[in-house]
């Protein structure tokens, strides 16, 4: 990014060993160019199209080795973003990208597992001049960003059928519990190259028929050969969520509802299997309203613990109800 300004998240990640399950990414976005960042709102506000506002990691780049994904939360948009992952690949600087489309609440972007141990830094650019409101970023640890619950047992799961558009319909779908696992898999073709690397698009979901609203954007989960299979967990009621257009379950010009799984970018379509006796917590689901803090502490900047803390800048740890630990940069003024 043309402006680096290094952030303390460095130090908070080093000199800690009490990280939170999600690595929160905070609400210090000092570093971007023709951007403007408010705290106070959440609010970042480009001032020209791919403009970019975000996080310094470190220039030597920053370990994320025990972490799977980016994933960023907001206000819906009226124009796309793009959220960028930087590299530091071979001594050299390399990007991966996930695409929010407008209308959009949320982008992921799978860690290169080749890479994830050097990451220097992570900012979102948008395509026009404009704003949003930032609700959540943080890296998520493996196997928290969601998950499903109990063995699965691949005998027990049923195909949902899918004609050679990738339309789905809604009535397929309604019949599960919402809660249900659902399971898609996308085969990579060779029309991806030898290799495709995380964050290359391979696909959307969309309102059946509708394909000007992406709700759901389908990336590269790491980096795969010709004939790999990238597996996508969800529940049925996601999938629900995703024939909707502002609010309203779309119907095509064929009288149609429901979903299509749309493909491009070195992908085709495998299988779409739901799993009745497993349910599956997505990212959104797991954030518990009824998490309560237990205790605080205070530490400093090299991970002293703080009785009395003063004025100045303190890491403040709080244990949750639900057993898991926040640390945060804080200003305390007296």
């Known amino acids: 990014m043309k402006t680096q300004l290094l952030s303390f998240m460095m130090m908070i990640f080093m000199s800690l060993p009490i990280m939170s399950q999600n690595f929160d990414l905070g609400n210090d976005l ?21 403009a970019g506002r975000g996080w ?69 650019q948008a395509e026009s001049a404009g704003s949003l409101i930032l609700k959540n970023a943080y890296i998520a640890k493996t196997g928290e960003s969601g998950g499903d619950s109990g063995d699965i047992n691949e005998e027990d799961a049923i195909d949902i059928p899918f004609n050679e558009y990738g339309h789905v319909l809604l009535a ?8 249900c696992l ?35 954007e389908i990336n590269c989960l790491s980096i795969s ?59 959104e689901e797991t954030q518990d309203i009824s998490i309560s803090i237990i205790s605080t502490e205070y530490y400093d900047l090299t991970g002293t613990l703080v009785i009395n803390p003063n004025n100045g800048i303190y890491l403040k740890k709080d244990l949750m109800s639900n057993g898991k630990i926040e640390v945060k940069k804080v200003y305390i003024l007296k």
């Open 225 to 283: 050969e010709q004939g790999e299979i990238n597996e996508f967990s969800f529940n049925i009621g996601e999938l629900i969520s995703y024939s909707k257009v502002d609010g309203e379950t779309y119907t095509d010009s064929y009288g149609q509802q429901g979903i299509t799984i749309n493909t491009w970018g070195g992908a085709t379509r495998e299988s779409i299997k739901v799993y009745p006796n497993n349910t599956y917590v997505s990212i």
């Open 172 to 179: 397929d779908l309604q019949k599960y519990d919402n809660n």
């Open 56 to 124: 310094w990691l470190s220039e030597d780049g920053m370990d994320f080795s025990d972490y799977s994904e980016v994933v960023i939360e907001y206000e819906p948009i009226e124009f796309r973003i793009k959220l960028v992952v930087e590299y530091l690949k071979d001594g050299e600087k390399t990007n991966v990208d996930g695409w929010g489309e407008a209308g959009s609440t949320s982008i992921s972007v799978a860690l290169d597992p080749e890479f994830k141990s050097n990451i220097v830094q992570i900012y979102i």
């Open 30 to 50: 000092g570093s971007g160019w023709s951007s403007k960042w408010d705290a106070e709102s959440k609010t970042i506000t480009w001032e020209e199209g791919w």
């Open 182 to 216: 659902v399971k898609l898999s996308l085969i990579v073709t060779s029309g991806a190259g030898v290799q495709t690397q995380p964050g290359w698009g391979i696909g959307s979901i969309n309102p059946i028929g509708n394909y000007d609203v992406k709700n759901y």
